[in-house]
């Protein structure tokens, strides 16, 4: 009922920046202002890691302590969006990174929804 798509992602040089953008789109997507919209990343090789999350009015933010006061989540619920501006890339961030939506017990665990995910690599 709902699909995600990201859009972003990239090259960048290790201290730059980039924004990844999901859209909700689907025949609920009306509903996209009740869920938590998260962002997941999985590195070359290892697995898939909680990165923000964000709650269904904005209200509350969660990040991991990997990119705490480097990345922004944010959602414009009027558009069905969330972004992720990422900032002070380093090249530890070189992942792909995957949209999440849903109504989890734990916001930094299982979603129901899940996009295809974008890759961003982070240069030296």
């Known amino acids: 009922q709902l699909q995600l798509g990201e859009s972003g992602g990239g090259l960048v040089q290790a201290g730059g920046s980039l924004t990844l953008s999901c859209v909700v789109s689907?025949?609920?997507?009306?509903?996209?202002?009740?869920?938590?919209m998260g962002w997941f990343r999985q590195p070359p090789g290892k697995g898939r890691e909680f990165v923000a999350a964000?709650?269904?009015?904005?209200?509350?933010?969660d990040y991991s302590d990997a990119v705490k006061g480097r990345f922004t989540i944010a959602r414009d619920n009027a558009k069905n969006q969330v972004t992720l501006q990422m900032n002070r890339l380093e090249p530890e961030d070189t992942a792909v990174y995957y949209c999440?939506?849903?109504?989890?017990?734990?916001?930094?665990?299982?979603?129901?929804?899940w996009g295809q995910g974008t890759r961003v690599t982070v240069s030296t």
């Open positions: 999440a939506g849903g109504r989890p017990t734990n916001v930094r665990g299982a979603y129901g929804y």
């Open positions: 964000i709650a269904w009015n904005g209200g509350s933010t």
């Open positions: 689907g025949r609920t997507a009306w509903t996209f202002n009740t869920y938590f």
